[in-house]
């Protein structure tokens, strides 16, 4: 019964509307009270020290830094000077534009790692670019919301951070090795159906009379901002920094750049941008904090195991398992953003993928997949929330355009299953 009541409890309170965080802690507090009701303060000295023992992990350091690496690189004006130098390749005609925001916002995922941030910084510049190009609104955010969420595949990842912390033998610099190859088939598979649309409608017909950015100057502009990816990866491939320690040098840079090269943020500015990634921060560690209690009451009363027995004695072999538990994610990822996905189910998913003897960096890169698949599936996708609050358009209008795109990112990962060395290639080549 008190197994039951746990997720109950927790489900009650999320249809209630308490925070994700919040839920979790109560639920599992409540729950370790119950099992104890015996022993001395109901085994609730536990709860203290499971809620520090889910945040005081070393990598979980670099989830602060690299929000605020999203913040500084929003604001210093990185983005539109991405966003010129790609026109300036790819061109001007009926589907460039979306094609441009897509390559955009793969690039800046290798300097934030965070989907809803890369969305705001893509959406300000490029949604207002295909709106003046003739693109309907509901498009242009079904476009941003898709692209962004290619974040927490490429490097690095707040995502794979998370999974590491949780998952033994799944390295930070060996999970964003392998999320690099799939990240990036994931845009590429995003910008088919974009572009086959987009053209298929006419849309953008007033594209191709707007003025193409000169190629030199906007690769002079965008420089600074192309740097940044090839110094936070090559330098920890490097040996130079750890991945916490890459983020607290991304920071730096961001700031040099915005402060010093572009000139775009002032002192002023720094508060703003410290107070909205401190906030943003801390919703996020506090929701892995009080993921713990949850996690602890889980292992302590039993839960993990005959779960885990139950799935794997179904019948339904290896791959009807994992079809299993990719339909279970994505539906789940409609609701819960990535951290909490991961908070909740990896610790009962674990031992199905120590069963199976899957590869936990390969398992850690489908599970990441399957999260960017909820990021943008109706009804309450977070990214594609902050692209329809910036394209001032309800998400149900959005529908008839993201359908195709989560098809496609779909296959992606229906690759990734079939052929596990499109994530295992590189981190083994580099010796992860």
């Given at each position: ?218 690769f002079r502009e965008a420089t600074w901002g192309l740097a940044a990816p090839v110094l936070i990866l090559g330098g920890m491939r490097a040996g130079w920094f750890t991945p916490t320690e890459a983020a607290v040098v991304a920071v730096f840079y961001g700031l040099f750049v915005g402060m ?173």
């Open positions: 019964m008190i197994p039951t009541l746990l997720f109950v409890a927790f489900l009650a309170m999320m249809l209630l509307g308490v925070p994700i965080g919040a839920a979790l802690g109560l639920a599992g507090a409540a729950c370790i009270a119950l099992a104890n009701a015996d022993a001395q303060w109901f085994g609730l000295l536990a709860v203290p020290q499971n809620f520090y023992a889910g945040l005081g992990k070393y990598p979980l350091l670099a989830i602060p830094m690299f929000v605020l690496v999203g913040s500084i690189f929003d604001r210093s004006g990185v983005a539109l000077r991405l966003v010129n130098f790609a026109i300036a390749i790819v061109g001007r005609g009926p589907g460039m534009l979306p094609m441009v925001a897509i390559l955009v916002a793969m690039f800046l995922g290798g300097i934030s790692g965070s989907g809803p941030a890369n969305a705001a910084a893509v959406g300000a510049v490029m949604i207002a670019a295909m709106s003046r190009a003739g693109y309907p609104p509901a498009f242009s955010a079904s476009v941003v919301g898709a692209a962004a969420a290619t974040d927490i595949l490429i490097p690095p990842s707040v995502a794979f951070i998370v999974y590491s912390v949780l998952v033994p033998g799944a390295s930070v610099p060996a999970l964003f090795a392998a999320g690099m190859i799939p990240g990036i088939l994931a845009g590429l598979a995003l910008i088919i159906p974009a572009v086959w649309m987009a053209r298929s409608n006419n849309m953008g017909a007033l594209e191709a009379t707007l003025p193409r950015p000169p190629f030199w100057k906007s010093v090269i572009y000139r775009t943020i002032n002192v002023r500015d720094l508060f703003v941008i410290l107070r909205e990634s401190g906030e943003l921060s801390a919703v996020i560690l506090l929701v892995v904090s009080l993921a713990g209690i949850f996690a602890y009451s889980l292992s302590t009363l039993g839960v993990i195991d005959p779960v885990a027995k139950a799935i794997v004695n179904s019948g339904l072999g290896e791959y009807g398992v994992l079809s299993l538990l990719i339909v279970l994610l994505i539906t789940v990822g409609m609701f819960l953003d990535g951290v909490s996905i991961f908070l909740i189910f990896v610790p009962l998913l674990w031992p199905i993928v120590q069963h199976y003897n899957w590869d936990p960096v390969w398992f850690g890169v489908i599970l990441t997949l399957k999260v960017a698949l909820g990021q943008f599936t109706p009804p309450l996708a977070v990214n594609l929330m902050v692209s329809c609050r910036i394209a001032n358009v309800r998400m149900e209008e959005t529908v008839r355009w993201v359908g195709w795109m989560l098809f496609a990112m779909f296959l992606v990962m229906v690759g990734v299953i079939v052929w596990p060395q499109l994530a295992l290639w590189l981190p083994h080549k580099l010796g992860y």
